[in-house]
């Protein structure tokens, strides 16, 4: 209330002073300033003009005394329409300077259909209605909707050492599309894979033992709530990571080990959520910035991500994984739960004293939010792509070279006998020995005594009579025997094979040397006997194939024999990991 000699309406300029009350309202007619006469301290002039906020582009008015100082408390009156059912009274918000930042001020009257705060000092001032900070939510919604449905999210990454990995033997295949960018290449002497989701929404990658993740781009409110998120892999070897719209995932490759591993990128229920969690975020985000909450978003975050309703998240994120209609049916749902889930981190969360006044006003904005979004979602209902996307790296074989022996013909640190022949060795008749089929080096010998001595990689030793038998190159375990006769010196094999190789399944496979193995209708015979696998290697007797080298990677047939003229399905092919050949000391 004032007091005072008199009080006059003037338009958006007027005198002030200690003998009279003084009134200035707007060219618009929306704000009117009184000022006591007793809360100024000398003559002066009180003016109101619209200003623009360059910041974002929001009006308001600028008031400003010049010639005398407000000393006591003046009040300003907004003139607003009839609010909404339920809506909040308007923001009022003020800025010391133009562009600067904008105070709430949580001291607000609703008069009638005038919006009232009292003051001590003038500056820029603004009403922001709560329904104008949702619709502007609300077009952010809208743009992150329509952006589920874009290819082509983030960059494709760079590798350095594209050339020199495949140099090496590296081999990738992928599908095709832009829903996955990814490059292989040699970085600081290692094999890395980069990979990015080119989708609009979240993905899962399952990743197989081989790769390790090394980095990723993902913000730490991703990175965490993606943890809290992922289904298991479909197999308990296999790990996975999800990756939000256009985020950026590097693995190191391991440089041996299995023939290939890759990575299975697909839509995922929990990924669909953590799109979700992320628009919610983004949502409170626009939300909270008229009233100064930048520095609360973090806070929001955490909340959110501690929040007990993401259980339910979770449970949905174990569901079946989803195809096209299910998968916009569960996002639907997914965002809703998010947006409720976000409701109850902004009442929990330590939002600050300031920000404390407005849960409220938030919540509210926020649920209208909500309801459009419903809405919006139906533009969007064949975003979602159910197909996956599948890279598969393929490694070189390994070669090893095996050497059972020192060069005197004792054996190495790591091997070791085979029962008692290597302290009393048996004597064999080698009149009709060879080269070792996987013999790469001189004086390494088979064919001494019968197939049941199984002397098929055997090192002469120095006195030309003894000899070391590896049997197993995995347990590095060795037969002694002596010749009856001197031996002459052996040449490498003129076209030497692997006595053992290992296989892309984790099968160990040893080299077939005589006995009965079977037979099939499609003319294969035994090439290796592969320990508990339920095949063998095969050996394409028409075309002589035994492993096609043909490529970095080697490959196999393997399949079933049985009786003579029994017929079988075709021979399946295997990546060989390891082949091992028998080498000289």
């Not at 301290?41 to 109101?48: E, I, Q, R, S, Y």
């Not at 259980?311 to 209609?325: F, H, I, P, R």
Request: glycine share 10%; proline share 6%; with cysteine.
């Amino acid at each position: 209330m004032m007091s005072g000699c008199s009080q006059s309406v003037v338009g958006p300029e007027g005198s002030v002073g200690p003998s009279d009350d003084t009134v200035v309202r707007s060219d618009d007619g929306r704000v009117t300033i009184e000022v006591p006469a007793d809360a100024v301290n000398g003559d002066g002039v009180l003016a109101v003009e619209p200003v623009t906020d360059p910041a974002d582009g929001a009006e308001g008015w600028s008031i400003t005394l010049d010639g005398a100082d407000l000393t006591g408390t003046a009040t300003i009156r907004f003139t607003i329409d009839d609010l909404e059912e339920g809506e909040p009274i308007p923001l009022i918000t003020y800025a010391a300077e133009s562009g600067g930042p904008r105070t709430p001020v949580s001291d607000v009257v609703l008069d009638g259909n005038r919006v009232v705060v009292t003051t001590t000092h003038f500056s820029n001032w603004f009403l922001t209605r709560w329904r104008d900070i949702g619709s502007r939510a609300i077009d952010d919604m809208k743009r992150n909707l329509d952006a589920l449905a874009a290819a082509g999210n983030g960059s494709p990454p760079e590798c350095a050492g594209e050339a020199t990995i495949r140099d090496d033997g590296f081999s990738i295949t992928s599908d095709s599309g832009q829903r996955v960018y990814w490059c292989l290449g040699r970085e600081n002497g290692e094999p890395v894979l980069k990979v990015v989701n080119a989708r609009g929404y979240g993905v899962s990658a399952e990743y197989t033992p081989g790769l390790t993740v090394a980095t990723s781009d993902r913000e730490d409110f991703i990175a965490t709530l993606a943890q809290l998120l992922k289904s298991p892999p479909s197999t308990r070897a296999n790990d996975v990571e999800l990756l939000a719209a256009g985020n950026r995932i590097e693995f190191t490759v391991a440089e041996s080990g299995r023939a290939s591993d890759g990575v299975m990128i697909q839509p995922d229920p929990g990924a669909y959520l953590l799109t979700a969690a992320e628009f919610a975020a983004s949502t409170y985000a626009m939300v909270l910035k008229p009233v100064g909450g930048e520095a609360a978003e973090s806070a929001l975050r955490t909340a959110l991500v501690g929040q007990g309703c993401l259980s339910s998240m979770t449970g949905l994120a174990v569901t079946e994984k989803a195809g096209s209609d299910a998968g916009f049916d569960l996002f639907r749902a997914a965002l809703d739960v998010a947006l409720g889930c976000a409701d109850l981190a902004v009442k929990e969360a330590d939002l600050g004293p300031i920000l404390a006044d407005w849960v409220q006003p938030i919540i509210w904005t926020v649920g209208g939010v909500r309801t459009a979004a419903m809405g919006l979602l139906a533009g969007v209902e064949t975003a979602f792509d159910p197909s996956g996307y599948r890279i598969v790296i393929t490694r070189p074989t390994q070669v090893v070279n095996v050497t059972a022996v020192d060069g005197r013909g004792d054996p190495l640190p790591g091997w070791q006998a085979s029962g008692t022949q290597a302290a009393n060795p048996i004597s064999l008749d080698c009149t009709y020995s060879q080269p070792a089929a996987s013999a790469v080096g001189s004086d390494i010998i088979r064919g001494c005594g019968s197939t049941a001595d199984s002397a098929n990689t055997c090192w002469v030793h120095s006195d030309r009579m003894t000899l070391t038998c590896a049997m197993n190159v995995w347990d590095q375990t060795y037969v002694g025997y002596r010749s009856t006769e001197p031996l002459a010196p052996s040449p490498p094999a003129d076209a030497p094979i692997p006595e053992w190789i290992e296989l892309e399944d984790g099968a160990h496979c040893t080299l077939a040397h005589g006995g009965s193995w079977g037979a099939r209708t499609d003319g294969f015979g035994v090439g290796y006997a592969c320990g508990d696998a339920d095949y063998l290697v095969l050996h394409d007797v028409a075309n002589d194939v035994l492993i096609d080298s043909s490529e970095p990677t080697w490959t196999v047939k393997v399949g079933d024999l049985g009786s003579p003229g029994q017929s079988f399905p075709p021979p399946t092919e295997l990546g060989v990991v390891r082949a091992y050949f028998a080498a000289s000391p």
